[in-house]
């Protein structure tokens, strides 16, 4: 007799328990269910999907967008305007048509100078490293170096050597992508190149690797380089 006690107990344990659980985990009311981690606002559901706000806003935009809906033309219509004539109206819309801004080029401007100025810029930040050609570190040749390594075109490693190639350009016909040159050291040798990256009527903007901060862009109105200024080559 006391078995069947024993036994009935333990059965109305196991049965009753799971409801017990289930009584614990009762919510009414959404804030409680955030608290508890199994329910989200619609927004952080939506965040959560999208990894940036641009993408969000761009899915959305494509769910929610309604495509007009077009008439389909009927035989009369389409008998109407003659295939030929479509498609010549269409292949003159087409030659009319503008080329995207970036694909652009001012005539004045190199297409091979504008890349290695572009690159160049890619290096804003590196820090002064002498000898050194790569993103850990590089010197004022060894970023010119770098750059013209990209477009396989070679130059001697220091600044006094890359001032004896190519062409020396007067102050008037100067250019981006122009190799510039300083004598820093207080001397008449030539020690320092920049690439130039803008030309104003008295100004020359130039990306370079200063000892003190590394790639930087400069100008020839800072005292210290137009002091220092010796000439500007074309190599290109």
């Given at each position: 007799?006391?078995?069947?006690?024993?036994?009935?107990?333990?059965?109305?344990?196991?049965?009753?328990?799971?409801?017990?659980?289930?009584?614990?985990?009762?919510?009414?009311?959404?804030?409680?269910?955030?608290?508890?981690?199994?329910?989200?606002?619609?927004?952080?559901?939506?965040?959560?999907?999208?990894?940036?706000?641009?993408?969000?806003?761009?899915?959305?935009?494509?769910?929610?967008?309604?495509?007009?809906a077009v008439a389909k033309p009927n035989?009369?219509?389409?008998?109407?305007?003659?295939?030929?004539?479509?498609?010549k109206k269409s292949k003159k819309s087409?030659?009319?048509?503008?080329?995207?801004?970036?694909?652009?080029?001012?005539?004045?401007?190199?297409?091979?100078?504008?890349?290695?100025?572009?690159?160049?810029?890619?290096?804003?930040?590196?820090?002064?490293?002498?000898?050194?050609?790569?993103?850990?570190?590089?010197?004022?040749?060894?970023?010119?170096?770098?750059?013209?390594?990209?477009?396989?075109?070679?130059?001697?490693?220091?600044?006094?050597?890359?001032?004896?190639?190519?062409?020396?350009?007067?102050?008037?016909?100067?250019?981006?992508?122009?190799?510039?040159?300083?004598?820093?050291?207080?001397?008449?040798?030539?020690?320092?190149?920049?690439?130039?990256?803008?030309?104003?009527?008295?100004?020359?903007?130039?990306?370079?690797?200063?000892?003190?901060?590394?790639?930087?862009?400069?100008?020839?109105?800072?005292?210290?380089?137009?002091?220092?200024?010796?000439?500007?080559?074309?190599?290109?």
């Amino acid at each position: 007799m006391q078995l069947k006690k024993l036994f009935f107990f333990v059965l109305t344990f196991i049965v009753l328990t799971p409801f017990s659980g289930v009584a614990q985990q009762i919510i009414t009311s959404k804030k409680e269910a955030i608290k508890r981690g199994i329910y989200q606002k619609p927004s952080e559901k939506r965040s959560a999907i999208y990894k940036t706000p641009v993408e969000k806003i761009s899915k959305e935009v494509a769910i929610n967008e309604v495509k007009p809906a077009v008439a389909k033309p009927n035989k009369a219509q389409e008998t109407a305007q003659p295939i030929a004539k479509a498609s010549k109206k269409s292949k003159k819309s087409i030659l009319n048509e503008k080329e995207e801004s970036d694909l652009i080029i001012e005539p004045e401007d190199n297409y091979i100078a504008t890349q290695m100025i572009n690159n160049a810029m890619g290096f804003l930040g590196v820090r002064y490293h002498g000898g050194g050609t790569t993103t850990e570190g590089m010197d004022c040749s060894g970023m010119v170096t770098a750059v013209f390594n990209i477009f396989e075109i070679k130059l001697p490693r220091s600044s006094n050597e890359m001032a004896k190639v190519g062409e020396k350009v007067e102050d008037k016909d100067i250019k981006k992508g122009d190799l510039i040159f300083f004598h820093t050291n207080g001397k008449r040798i030539i020690n320092h190149v920049g690439m130039v990256i803008e030309v104003a009527e008295d100004e020359i903007k130039f990306i370079h690797s200063s000892t003190q901060s590394g790639v930087i862009v400069s100008s020839t109105k800072e005292p210290y380089y137009k002091k220092t200024f010796a000439q500007v080559n074309r190599v290109l």
